[in-house]
């Protein structure tokens, strides 16, 4: 028997408060929950000193391209990269090699997860054959195999009818459709947002009616076809409000936002630095604003980090030809901790809420939402007082590909709990 008893704890009540409590992990399972628990012999016990106790985050977008690209993350370096970060339960996007396009590759894909994965690896299937097929996969056989939900994330599907299509073979099988909004008539080989910085460091802008336009065409066939269809990594003024009218038209449609959108333009960007160079790409100030108050009235549902490692060499390139993508697992609860909830843009119950339950609400998870007895351990312990700087050496990721080192945060991960095992916890320096 394995048990754990963490005292001096404080974890969100059903109102949203903060509230002292200790909390006992016995077989994977939490067994009580209440202050002043007492532990009995055969029990380790660890001193939280007043830290953040909460379930598992949740990120419904991250890349871990293994198989593939495992010079850039494997999915043993991704999972130990989300255990940093305080998350417990992933999805992880198909744009691998081979993609997890018919039900032999998705199964072995899972295969994969299960054995490698340090945190719960869940995976999307491919929408369509190597992402860009116009000929739908075979989605109820994926479902049947343990797809979480399809997406052909890095790629848009070009093809209305595909798209379409899609809808319906994922309305039939009851499972969410992710899409990546990009309309290739419209990038103009863009490498960043076109606006003031593209002109001013002379590189090519992708304007963002290369997202709303295709976003506008997929809400109109979510409509029709009944399909849960989900934004990802949503960017622009114009998409927040498509959103948020779709919404009132009672479309069944989810959003997710990326932090470094949240907290971060193209005003930003004062130089050629491949560590800005994302998909979609960091937007204006007038963007960054309509997605925080996106975030927080609820057209957003929810944050989710668009993890993607590339190789150090890869990234010193110019944002000319270098790959496009940032890291993100590790630093996301630190980042939005700091500059949404201290700073006073939204309480800690609200970003629990966009980074945990909204995630599991959407995609029909399995993981916990609260910290209640008889729930599995799933669990992460976050000290919201130190001021920690982030520093390449303390990834776990492959991938240090973050414009956000040097910056100062609360929040750090002290310990992360998957089924009562501790999976990451941080050392002394």
């Keep these: 028997m394995m048990a754990e008893l963490i005292q001096n704890a404080q974890i969100l009540d059903t109102a949203g408060q903060l509230v002292d409590s200790d909390v006992l992990i016995e077989d994977g399972h939490i067994q009580a929950v209440g202050p002043h628990l007492h532990p009995v012999e055969g029990v380790s016990v660890i001193d939280a000193h007043g830290a953040f106790l909460t379930p598992g985050l949740v990120d419904v977008h991250v890349h871990f391209r293994d198989p593939g690209f495992t010079d850039k993350e494997t999915i043993r370096t991704g999972s130990q990269a989300a255990a940093h970060g305080g998350f417990t339960t992933v999805l992880a996007m198909p744009n691998l090699n081979p993609v997890p396009d018919t039900p032999e590759k998705l ?143 009672g479309i069944k449609v989810t959003a997710e936002v990326s932090p470094h959108h949240l907290l971060l333009s193209d005003e930003d960007i004062v130089g050629d630095n491949a560590l800005f160079k994302m998909n979609p790409p960091l937007r204006s100030e007038a963007d960054r604003e309509a997605l925080v108050a996106g975030l927080l009235d609820g057209t957003i549902d929810m944050v989710a980090t668009d993890h993607a490692p590339h190789t150090a060499s890869e990234k010193a390139q110019s944002m000319q ?77 492959k991938g240090k590909n973050s414009p956000f080192v040097g910056w100062q945060v609360n929040g750090s991960t002290l310990v992360t709990w998957v089924a009562g095992k501790r999976v990451y916890e941080r050392t002394a320096k």
Excluded: C, W
Aim: charged residues 15%; aromatic residues 4%; without cysteine.
């Design 107 to 249: 199964a072995a894909q899972i295969r994969l997860n299960q054995a490698e994965g340090v945190v719960n690896v869940l995976q999307y299937g491919a929408i369509s054959a190597n992402l860009t097929d116009k000929n739908v996969s075979d989605l109820e056989a994926m479902s049947a195999e343990g797809a979480v939900a399809f997406s052909n994330d890095g790629k848009g599907v070009q093809d209305a009818g595909t798209m379409y299509q899609a809808m319906l073979g994922a309305a039939a099988v009851d499972k969410p459709l992710a899409a990546h909004l990009e309309d290739n008539s419209l990038i103009n080989h863009g490498v960043i947002n076109e606006g003031v910085a593209s002109k001013r460091l002379g590189l090519a802008g992708i304007t963002g009616l290369a997202e709303s336009s295709q976003l506008a065409r997929d809400l109109v066939l979510a409509q029709t076809t009944g399909v849960h269809y989900h934004v990802a990594h949503i960017s622009t003024k114009e998409s927040v409000t498509l959103v948020r009218l779709a919404k009132e038209q």
């Design 321 to 397: 030809t270098a790959p496009f993508g940032i890291t993100g697992i590790e630093t996301s609860f630190q980042l939005l901790y700091t500059h949404l909830v201290k700073s006073g843009v939204m309480t800690l119950a609200t970003l629990i809420d966009r980074m945990l339950v909204r995630p599991i609400q959407a995609f029909g998870l399995a993981a916990p939402k609260q910290i209640q007895v008889g729930q599995v351990a799933d669990l992460a312990l976050f000290d919201l007082t130190d001021t920690t700087t982030i520093n390449f050496d303390d990834f776990a990721s």
